[in-house]
């Protein structure tokens, strides 16, 4: 579990530096300042050894869908990660997570023929076979053959700007580089499949959720006979619910629930916020000795029931031994959690803030008893 984590030039944030984290982290703070960015940072970092990582968070925000223009490669799909969009300056993510030690992942943008080139001269094994055999220049042009035997035979014009994301991961044990180049039949990561990461991470966004995946990870556990794990949790949420399984609709797996009635129901119908839930719990469960981020994590659900939800989750992650980190907006979220966990010496409170000239950010932690005396003072956390 992580134990501390720094953020240099991501998104928004010039540095961040968070101390003495728990099992149990909420973060809060205003709009736009960084909330989701934090979680974001901390799913690149978990992943480890993996560029692709930094491409997908696109798809956490809604933007599912990347054109890639090869006739211009003006902007990449990357460019807005790096702060204030300069990505002449790496990403530095750093962080000890109790399990490989203390890791550094660096971000790093490449563009033009030599950059990409000199990139891809670090990568390991490849550091020997790489050169002008592998580099193909005719009058300022590259054969996109960046490695032996890609089985690729394109050329990159100087015009198409070719443009590649490095990674850079740092560890007690092990190093190493992973790139992902933009070439005109689209994205290509060398020297191929990452490392597996460490440990498992799951984030758990609040625009996209998978039916699919939620069966397949009800099933696991199914087969584990730790099954009644998610239907405690839900029957919190809708004491009706008798049982779970797995329907296919349509090919399609999807958790179903019964509530009494004469057919049973897809959690969907039953309630967004019991199927926001059983996502959440289930996620936690598929990341046994790992970390969990969930963003928004009252979203869908009515305040009434946000007290449940923490026992639901408390109780998952400790039996899971998982790490939790979740943003919120909500004022019934922040004293649900300040009750639920105020003698619980594994909670911790993140305000993220903004400094009064508002490009540095600093970020306050409370333990849950020092949450719950903000709040009966009525200090303003959120």
């Known amino acids: 579990m992580y134990k501390w984590f720094k953020i240099e030039r991501f998104r928004a944030f010039?540095?961040?530096?968070?101390?003495?984290?728990?099992?149990?982290?909420l973060i809060a703070g205003k709009n736009n300042v960084g909330k989701t960015a934090l979680l974001e940072s901390l799913f690149v970092h978990s992943g480890a050894y993996n560029p692709q990582l930094a491409f997908n968070l696109r798809a956490f925000r809604?933007?599912?869908?990347?054109?890639?223009?090869?006739?211009?490669?003006?902007?990449?799909?990357?460019?807005?990660?790096?702060?204030?969009?300069d990505n002449s300056r790496e990403i530095v993510f750093r962080g000890d997570d109790g399990v490989v030690g203390r890791r550094d992942v660096r971000l790093r943008q490449a563009s033009?023929?030599?950059?990409?080139?000199?990139?891809?001269?670090?990568?390991?094994?490849?550091?020997?076979?790489?050169?002008?055999?592998?580099?193909?220049?005719?009058?300022?042009?590259?054969?996109v053959s960046l490695l032996p035997n890609d089985g690729y035979d394109d050329t990159v014009t100087p015009q198409m700007r070719l443009?590649?994301?490095a990674l850079r991961?740092?560890?007690?044990?092990?190093?190493?580089?992973?790139?992902?180049?933009?070439?005109?039949d689209g994205l290509t990561q060398?020297?191929?499949?990452p490392p597996a990461p460490p440990y498992p991470c799951i984030f758990v966004s609040t625009r996209r959720r998978c039916p699919p995946d939620d069966a397949k990870r009800f099933g696991e556990l199914v087969a584990n006979k730790i099954d009644d794990t998610v239907l405690r949790a839900l029957k919190k949420l809708e004491p009706r619910l008798k049982r779970l399984a797995v329907v296919h609709v349509a090919d399609e797996p999807v958790l179903h629930g019964?509530?009494?009635?004469?057919?049973?129901?897809?959690?969907?119908?039953?309630?967004?916020g019991v199927a926001r839930l059983a996502s959440i719990i289930l996620d936690i469960a598929a990341s046994h000795d790992g970390v969990v981020l969930i963003d928004e994590v009252e979203a869908a659900l009515h305040f009434s029931a946000i007290p449940d939800v923490w026992r639901a989750i408390s109780?998952?992650?400790?039996?899971?031994n998982v790490q939790v980190f979740a943003t919120t907006h909500s004022v019934e979220c922040i004293r649900s959690a300040a009750d639920r966990f105020a003698d619980d010496k594994t909670f911790r409170f993140i305000r993220i803030e903004r400094t009064r000239n508002g490009r540095a950010h600093r970020a306050a932690t409370y333990a849950g008893d020092a949450l719950q005396a903000a709040i009966k003072m009525d200090i303003e956390v959120r």
């Open 14 to 25: 010039r540095r961040l530096e968070l101390e003495d984290l728990g099992c149990i982290n």
């Open 62 to 85: 809604g933007l599912v869908k990347s054109e890639l223009h090869t006739a211009q490669w003006r902007t990449t799909p990357w460019d807005d990660l790096f702060y204030e969009f």
């Open 112 to 143: 033009g023929v030599g950059p990409v080139r000199a990139l891809l001269a670090d990568i390991e094994p490849y550091q020997s076979s790489i050169g002008e055999a592998a580099f193909e220049f005719e009058d300022g042009s590259l054969q």
């Open 163 to 165: 443009r590649a994301l």
């Open 169 to 184: 991961y740092e560890e007690p044990q092990i190093a190493g580089t992973q790139v992902l180049v933009m070439r005109p």
């Open 190 to 193: 060398y020297p191929g499949i």
């Open 258 to 272: 019964d509530i009494g009635l004469q057919r049973m129901l897809p959690l969907s119908f039953i309630g967004d």
């Open 315 to 320: 109780a998952a992650a400790s039996e899971f």
